[in-house]
């Protein structure tokens, strides 16, 4: 297609027919499609309760990354971020556990779970 639109910049094709010669097709498949009122089903991962009204969390996922969800939304509306634990990492101060997180920027640091009692942070996984 690329190149049959090249032809008709260089005025070797002409548009319309170049056109309909895709489009029509094109189109009757996507009719074909535009009727095909199949569900695709997904399964939802539980990863425990809610606080609030002990229905199941599930895991969603939005432009910022994963996170947990009351199941029974738009009732309940508790939400918390999905959280990854270093393993056999321990924060130096409190002894928490620590967690992956990510700067406005995008950037990956290391931080320890008993935010905002415990501040520490680390940007090198070497230095834990």
């Known amino acids: 297609m ?4 090249d032809d008709i910049a260089n005025n070797q094709k002409d548009l319309i027919s170049t056109l309909n010669i895709f489009y029509l097709p094109f189109k009757r498949e996507l009719d074909k499609e ?5 569900l695709i089903k997904i399964k939802e991962i539980s990863q425990g309760t809610c606080p609030k009204c002990n229905k199941p969390l599930n895991v969603r996922f939005s432009k910022f990354g994963k996170f947990l969800a009351c199941s029974g939304y ?13 393993k056999n990492k321990n924060c130096p101060k409190c002894s928490g556990k620590i967690v992956i997180k990510y700067s406005k920027k995008k950037v990956r640091f290391f931080a320890c779970d008993n935010y905002p009692k415990c501040k520490f942070t680390e940007f090198n996984y070497k230095k834990l």
């Open 34 to 38: 535009k009727v095909d009122n199949s």
């Open 74 to 86: 738009p009732e309940c509306k508790f939400t918390k971020p999905f959280t990854y634990y270093v």
């Open 2 to 5: 690329e190149n049959e639109l």
